[in-house]
């Protein structure tokens, strides 16, 4: 079974809005040094468990979050991406090469600070939380 990474990757290159403003320039957990804009960066965030008596030690997480950050030069297509991305709030079923019970995306607070921009060129940011329930 393919990891999350990689199912979120092929989920969000083959959302093919999203893919019109950004392409297949989608990294997760690292990015290359020379990277044109627009892209995507996401990285895992955090993990739960269920917690319950009987789970079995080493189960996957039943809850895993995600830091999604949209960059372009552009800001309506920042913006594009970003209410894209909102759209597929509540998304059940197919997630890549898995499943997924449900995902969940939320604005970062303003505070977040992002770790996608590779330079000082002014680019414009969409920052976003995506919780991913019960892939499998």
Do not use: C
Not at 91 to 120: E, K, N, S
Request: glycine share 10%.
């Amino acid at each position: 079974m393919p990891k999350i990474e990689e199912n979120l990757r092929t989920w969000l290159t083959g959302y093919a809005s999203l893919a019109a403003i950004f392409g297949d320039h989608v990294h997760v957990n690292n990015i290359p040094e020379e990277v044109d804009a627009p892209y995507i960066f996401a990285s895992r965030s955090g993990t739960e468990h269920d917690g319950t008596l009987d789970e079995s030690p080493g189960a996957q997480p039943f809850r895993q979050f995600f830091d999604v950050e949209l960059y372009s030069h552009d800001i309506a297509q920042t913006m594009d991406g970003a209410e894209l991305l909102h759209a597929t709030n509540a998304h059940r079923g197919a997630f890549g090469a898995g499943t997924v019970q449900g995902i969940f995306v939320r604005d970062h607070a303003d505070d977040y600070l992002p770790r996608g921009a590779m330079d000082d060129v002014g680019l414009h940011l969409a920052a976003m939380q995506l919780e991913i329930i019960g892939h499998t």
